[in-house]
């Protein structure tokens, strides 16, 4: 992986997204249909806040005494800009990786929104990193083999 290069060459661009005023019980399902960590919240195509499962979690982990109805009664009437992280990093998509990796090594911030005048055009989180470190290819194959005794 190339440090140097583009966030635009590891972003994920295709993403689902809520708006604030969207149900918890609506971020509940997109959370139970999807294998991702983080929700954008996008109002008009202009993202205003990011929800993580951790913070989903977090929010409902507080209802462990309440029944099946009472929870989806409190998902139903609560939104999506109640929980929402609004204080955001965000990223253009000719910003080099390793600027993201700054972030990220300097907060605790795991997915940054990827924006281009303004609209959210895809995100990037350490996962994408890792995932292109794994893929990385060496330049000399053998090396990564070699017998070292």
């Known amino acids: 992986?190339?440090?140097?290069?583009?966030?635009?060459?590891?972003?994920?661009?295709?993403?689902?997204?809520?708006?604030?005023?969207?149900?918890?019980?609506?971020?509940?399902?997109?959370?139970?249909?999807?294998?991702?960590?983080?929700l954008p919240v996008v109002r008009f195509k202009k993202i205003v806040g990011i929800i993580s499962k951790s913070d989903f979690q977090h929010f409902t982990g507080g209802l462990n005494h309440a029944s099946e109805q009472e929870i989806a009664q409190l998902l139903a009437n609560k939104k999506a800009e109640d929980i929402m992280t609004k204080g955001l990093?965000?990223?253009?998509?000719?910003?080099?990786?390793?600027?993201a990796l700054e972030i990220f090594s300097k907060n605790w911030f795991h997915a940054l929104p990827v924006v281009k005048n303004d609209e959210?055009?895809?995100?990037?989180?350490?996962?994408?990193?890792?995932k292109a470190i794994i893929n990385e290819k060496p330049r000399e194959?053998?090396?990564?083999?070699e017998n070292l005794d």
């Open 1 to 38: 992986m190339n440090a140097y290069a583009p966030i635009s060459t590891i972003m994920e661009t295709d993403l689902v997204t809520v708006n604030p005023e969207e149900t918890l019980l609506a971020v509940k399902k997109v959370f139970e249909q999807h294998s991702f960590h983080h």
């Open 120 to 130: 959210l055009i895809g995100i990037v989180t350490t996962q994408d990193v890792i």
């Open 141 to 145: 194959p053998h090396m990564v083999y």
């Open 89 to 99: 990093g965000k990223l253009e998509p000719d910003d080099r990786i390793n600027v």
